[in-house]
């Protein structure tokens, strides 16, 4: 399973691609303004720091102004991933895009079918949005398994990259389901390392080795 961070700030990208656990980014135009960045020049930083794809969104509602914001998206760098909303015009502007060879993920995915639509329209990602589902009482991770078998029963290459998680819980349903990429806040990566019995083991395995008075060498 890929791990993507879901954010736009620098010092939290860094932080999480310093562990090298990292294998792409997502932003979205609220992330941007929450990172108070000029949204070229921040998007060009972020794709500096990771290989893999970076997605920036078009803000167009209209196919032909989208097909221009991408064009201009596309420059930035190798690894930008167009992201499109899943509208009609975001699909032209998908299969035009990916016809081109371009990355695109197809966003503001809330049913199978609009997943079904998003594939077909030859969209390297889909994101559909777990927590903003469970937020309006539908159940995300059902979402999430239809989309896995209905790609499964095609052969889509399409890839699910479960968005809008809100904790760890959501990350392992992911992964048992076998969606293909995980996008996360910053917390919510670091919460996956965390396990009680883990620390409490670290404390006394260290109280106990510091009553051998030995030292492990380390040049
Ligand atoms: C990812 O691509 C989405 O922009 C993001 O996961 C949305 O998350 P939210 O519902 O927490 O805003």
Redesign the pocket.
């Known amino acids: 399973m890929k791990f993507f961070v879901?954010t736009a700030d620098i010092a939290d990208i860094k932080e999480m691609a310093d562990t090298g656990l990292l294998d792409g980014v997502?932003t979205?135009p609220?992330?941007i303004a929450k990172s108070g960045r000029d949204f070229i020049e921040v998007t060009r930083e972020i794709c500096s720091i990771v290989d893999g794809p970076v997605?920036a969104e078009v803000v167009a509602l209209d196919h032909e102004t989208m097909m221009k914001e991408a064009e201009t998206l596309r420059k930035i760098a190798d690894n930008v991933c167009i992201k499109v909303p899943l509208t009609i015009d975001g699909l032209k502007t998908c299969k035009k895009l990916t016809s081109d060879g371009t990355q695109v993920n197809v966003?503001l995915c809330f049913s199978a079918n609009q997943a079904l639509l998003a594939a077909k329209a030859g969209a390297t990602f889909v994101?559909p949005?777990v927590?903003?589902h469970d937020d309006n009482g539908f159940d995300g991770m059902s979402l999430i398994e239809d989309i896995v078998t209905i790609y499964s029963n095609y052969g889509f290459e399409t890839e699910v990259l479960v968005?809008?998680?809100r904790n760890p819980v959501h990350v392992l349903q992911s992964a048992l389901i076998g969606a293909d990429v995980a996008?996360m806040p910053p917390a919510v990566i670091k919460g996956l390392f965390k396990h009680i019995l883990t620390d409490k083991g670290i404390e006394g395995f260290v109280a106990d080795w510091e009553k051998t008075g030995q030292s492990i060498p380390t040049s």
């Open positions: 879901d997502t979205n609220s992330l997605s966003t994101s949005f927590g903003r968005a809008s998680i996008t």
